[in-house]
């Protein structure tokens, strides 16, 4: 769009380039592009020198996109989100303390209380047994070596071929969906060895025999009850980034959380917590953790389940699986090793335990696969992205559209 001469009504608040950016959170450059994409209209300030924009113009943009483009030391964008708060190593889900909603209320609430704002004592996932029928002979018709994703996965789209109102996006559809997709998820993963299953209770009492063969009992069952509950979101990491995407072209929600699994399948997010297993599996084995740091430093890699980019201290939900793990006696070698490996490094980087450590607590001591912990995540995280979605199914559709800054040869260029 091509600037209009200014009209020289002074009664017309008019903002300048700059402080348009402010307004909008996003930098000089940006704002040119809204006028190009005709989501902003410009005017030539008066002898030529600049643009200025209409004050309530920029304000309602700023309200209509919720896009924010943070100073140079950061780099995402950001989203305005009534879910999940993270500062001074806390967080919190609609306010209220993170660690205090899992510590007092199980998985199934807390989904409720993301989702709606309420709580609902004793509330109840289930599956459709059509629905849960179809995603068990999807996930049954996989390579016995697919992994918990793929199953996932596949369970998902299953599910999804199931419902013909999956395109339905209206609060009470999109809600009744989640309701009865998270259980199915669970019901779909195969059972572990000849471990019973478990048709009713809790979501994590169902999930607990598609992670081990070992009875579950009550203080290790709070355990991945409370890690269910302190995993369903975490403001924007990388998968919920992309269900957000998905819902911004108003994609149903089965297809939401299809683009969180795919996430996923990267080893940098979620599955985190295999390598931290492994390690600990180890370092049991050896009995120390010492000279298994040491092998990770002398080969060049990182030593798994330290540290995070949100927390100058210990992860909080680390900090609060490790206190329910000191009940689950079966837990107390790795829970030693964990220890073992957080004071062997504090000795040179101090690094803390973040959950994936907390999270290969419970799967060694409790005879899980590497994979159980992002067995976890990903069914935990299914909330969360539901969570997004309804959010985002309120914003203008594809609002999320970064532009890319082209660095390849200027035109023209000969036909090759």
Known sequence: MTDQPEPGRPDAPRLTTREAAELLGVKPETVYAYVSRGQLSSVRAAGGRGSTFDAGEVRALARRSGRREPSPAGGDLVFRTGITLIEEDRYYFRGVDATELARNHGYEEVAEWLWTGELRPGVRFEAPPETLAAARRAVGALPAHSGSTDRLRVAVTAAAATDPLRFDLSRE???????????????????????????????ARQLWPRLTARPADAPALAVLDTALVLLIDHDLAASTLAARVAASAHAHPYAVVSAGLGVLEGPLHGAASGPAHRMLQEAVDRGSAVPVVADHLRTGRRVPGLGHRLYRGEDPRARTLFALLE???????????????????????????????????????????????????????????????????????LRIRPSGQYTGPRPPQPTP
């Open 327 to 397: 009940d689950v006696p079966q837990a107390a070698g790795a829970l030693a090793a964990a220890r073992e490996v957080v004071a062997t490094t504090a000795r040179h980087a101090p690094l803390h335990a973040n959950i994936d450590l907390a999270l290969a607590v419970l799967s060694v001591g409790c005879g899980m696969a590497a994979e159980a912990g992002e067995t976890v995540f990903a069914v935990s995280r299914t909330a969360g992205w539901i969570a997004h979605a309804l959010e985002e199914y309120g914003e203008r559709p």
């Open 173 to 203: 559809a999109v809600l009744s969906g989640a309701r009865s997709l998270i259980p199915t998820l669970v019901g779909a993963l195969p059972v572990v060895g000849g471990a019973p299953e478990a048709e009713e209770g809790s979501l």
